[in-house]
């Protein structure tokens, strides 16, 4: 388990500044690209767990049927119709799946954060999830809700106000290869190459793992 990942951006003197609204303000794709490699940082009761984003998929504002806002404004998903960078919750079952809004206000797109690499505060995930593995924690988009105590509350949250819940880029991005498959987990517009992965990682959700390569690039 790379802990030093975290414990390094600690020690560079990074205070965990959230990523800025300049961030989401952009075409889901390209988030959800970006989104690789960086921080998901929660804090709940006084407990402070992180993982690292190794697998996202895109939601596009128009001609994309999968999309929570393809029909219109509803109060579920008011969320996506406004400012980039706050939190998209939504419940599906008993689990809940959270998202970042992209775009400008008025355009309904979000990335869906599907699986993340535990680094910090994992037995308290381990408590939630009631799983022996690591490797179990986080990979699939209820899980790692259930494992960061994400839920409805968190809907409409500030992700760049550097509390509860945000995101941060760090100071030493890994290199690694994204592989892009279609989405997985949908009923319509499933066929979209628009589920993003770092290749390899034993973190990412079950589903098929390989379609075509890139380069990782993270732009802030």
């Keep these: 388990m790379p802990q030093s990942s975290y414990e390094a951006l600690l020690q560079d003197g990074n205070s965990l ?7 989401y303000a952009r075409d889901p794709v390209t988030v959800a690209r970006a989104l690789l490699g960086m921080f998901l940082v929660r804090e709940d009761n006084g407990e402070t767990m992180v993982g ?3 697998e996202t998929e895109a939601y596009l504002a128009t001609q994309d049927p999968a999309c929570h806002g393809a029909r219109g404004q509803t109060p579920r998903n008011a969320t996506m119709f406004g400012p980039p960078g706050y939190a998209y919750v939504y419940a599906i079952h008993r689990y809940h ?3 970042v809004v992209t775009e400008a206000p008025g355009r309904p797109s979000a990335v869906l954060i599907r699986a993340l690499e535990p680094l910090h505060g994992l037995k308290a995930m381990h408590r939630r999830r009631r799983v022996d593995h690591a490797v179990h ?3 699939g988009p209820g899980k790692l809700c259930q494992a960061l105590a994400i839920d ?3 809907d409409a949250w500030n992700l760049t106000r550097g509390s509860r819940l945000w995101l941060v880029a760090p100071t030493k991005p890994a290199a690694c290869t994204i592989t892009v498959t279609p989405r997985i987990g949908v009923t319509s517009a499933h066929e979209l190459p628009l589920r993003f992965h770092e290749a390899a990682n034993p973190f990412v959700s079950p589903g098929k793992r390989r379609k075509r390569a890139a380069p990782c690039r993270h732009n802030t």
């Design 152 to 154: 409805r509350a968190l």
């Design 137 to 139: 924690l986080t990979s």
């Design 17 to 23: 500044a959230p990523l800025p609204t300049t961030f």
């Design 97 to 99: 799946c959270v998202n």
């Design 52 to 54: 690292r984003i190794v």
